[in-house]
């Protein structure tokens, strides 16, 4: 049978080794290569292997793994989603322009405002969700449109296919943050992205114990250009944590699974609760996104956000709850509740960022595998603490 005929979750268990085990012993896991060099055994033809930065067996059965499950033609590890973001803008040169969406990742944001233009690289936000303000957007000299669907924090759905059909008639790229869909959930190169980012530190690893990125590009030539740049700015991704990469890929399936059944149950909770101002989850019918995102993506996954009231009830309300961690971060096995406005976002000034929604009552939960009836019971009792908190103060 084919790759193209069996389901994601089938492949995404043998993508790895594809079926080649490893020659010597047949062990099913790839081996970990911890060598940053190889013994060449002819003086005139050198092996595949020279240096590890370049090339490493490890690392090179995940970029194959991602390529095939992002459906691209190259894929490339990264030391963080960060690297693999920013080494993508590297495609760009000096006089380019790119048009960015306003949510984007904070860290993103970052770098496209206080990074890029140094190396004369402009770029203008819009708002992706709105087809003609991109189009607005987009200057004579724009090469990159960057995506990020659904977004960071309030999970806004740009269309990918009309966002890349205006970026072919205005002959630009389009770069497509993948981290919260997956490939499972979501494939844009498919509906003709040409690169995809990752920070693999999130649902891809799944754990909370690396720190990754991941790059797929659609097309051979362009995935060239990206190696060359992955192999000059030299941000790799090391042999062991691919490794770790490799088998949290494997369990992403049964673990979103879980995850977004989790998201869609805690998402109508909270929808229901009087405390709790708004919810925002593309699997909401009242989510300005969701025919949208129900076209492109096969499931909403398993982050959603919801402001309350303040700043002050959302205190009490972290303060109270028992079972998530309270950090930055997402797509770990554990929940992860996180405040967007002093941790995500912080690069960005208030100002910015109340454009943008990031209120300052503003949560983001990111849900893990514990039993839902008890993550809906923990926030049930912490809401009313925060209530009765919060009554009191006031
Ligand atoms: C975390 C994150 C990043 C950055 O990835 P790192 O692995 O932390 O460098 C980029 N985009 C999104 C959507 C993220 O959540």
């Given at each position: 049978m084919s790759l193209n005929e069996e389901r994601l979750e089938t492949t995404i268990i043998h993508a790895s080794t594809r079926g080649e085990y490893e020659r010597k012993s047949g062990a099913v896991n790839v081996p970990i290569y911890l060598s940053s060099t190889f013994h060449q055994e002819s003086f005139d033809g050198f092996g595949p292997y020279d240096y590890s930065r370049s090339g490493n067996p490890t690392r090179e059965a995940l970029e194959k793994s991602i390529a095939t499950l992002e459906g691209g033609a190259r894929g490339l590890a990264f030391a963080s989603g960060m690297a693999a973001i920013s080494s993508a803008f590297m495609l760009l040169s000096s006089g380019d322009h790119i048009v960015v969406t306003e949510d984007v990742y904070g860290g993103t944001y970052r770098f496209v405002t206080e990074v890029l233009p140094k190396f004369g690289i402009d770029h203008t936000f819009a708002d992706l969700t709105n087809v003609e303000q991109t189009a607005q957007a987009i200057q004579p000299n724009t090469k990159v449109i960057y995506i990020e669907t659904p977004s960071n924090p309030r999970l806004g759905i740009t269309d990918i296919e009309a966002i890349v059909k205006l970026a072919r008639e205005n002959d630009c790229l389009t770069f497509l943050d993948n981290t919260f869909m997956s490939p499972l959930y979501q494939r844009p190169l498919d509906l003709g992205v040409d690169v995809v980012v990752h920070s693999a530190t999130k649902?891809?690893?799944?754990?909370?114990?690396?720190?990754?990125?991941?790059?797929?590009?659609?097309?051979?030539?362009l995935g060239n250009r990206l190696a060359f740049i992955q192999n000059s700015f030299g941000s790799?991704?090391?042999?062991?944590?691919?490794?770790?990469?490799?088998?949290?890929?494997?369990?992403?399936?049964?673990?979103?699974?879980?995850?977004?059944?989790?998201?869609?149950?805690?998402?109508?909770?909270?929808?229901a609760h009087p405390l709790v101002e708004e919810v925002f989850y593309p699997g909401l019918a009242s989510h300005p996104g969701y025919t949208?995102?129900?076209?492109?993506?096969?499931?909403?996954?398993?982050?959603?956000?919801?402001?309350?009231?303040?700043?002050?009830?959302?205190?009490?309300?972290?303060?109270?709850?028992?079972?998530?961690?309270?950090?930055?971060?997402?797509?770990?096995?554990?929940?992860?509740?996180?405040?967007?406005?002093?941790?995500?976002?912080?690069?960005?000034?208030?100002?910015?960022?109340?454009?943008?929604?990031?209120?300052d009552g503003l949560l983001r939960f990111s849900v893990g595998l514990e039993h839902v009836d008890d993550l809906i019971a923990d926030f049930e009792q912490a809401l009313i603490k925060a209530n009765n908190i919060v009554a009191l103060i006031n």
């Open positions: 649902f891809l690893s799944g754990h909370s114990d690396i720190i990754a990125g991941l790059a797929v590009t659609k097309d051979e030539t790799i991704l090391g042999a062991q944590d691919s490794y770790a990469l490799i088998q949290g890929i494997k369990t992403l399936g049964a673990r979103l699974m879980q995850s977004s059944g989790s998201a869609q149950k805690i998402a109508d909770y909270l929808n949208i995102h129900s076209k492109q993506s096969k499931s909403p996954g398993a982050v959603l956000s919801f402001s309350l009231p303040d700043r002050e009830t959302a205190k009490a309300f972290v303060e109270n709850v028992r079972i998530p961690v309270f950090a930055v971060s997402l797509g770990g096995v554990e929940s992860i509740l996180s405040y967007p406005a002093t941790m995500s976002h912080a690069a960005m000034p208030k100002e910015e960022r109340e454009k943008r929604g990031i209120t």
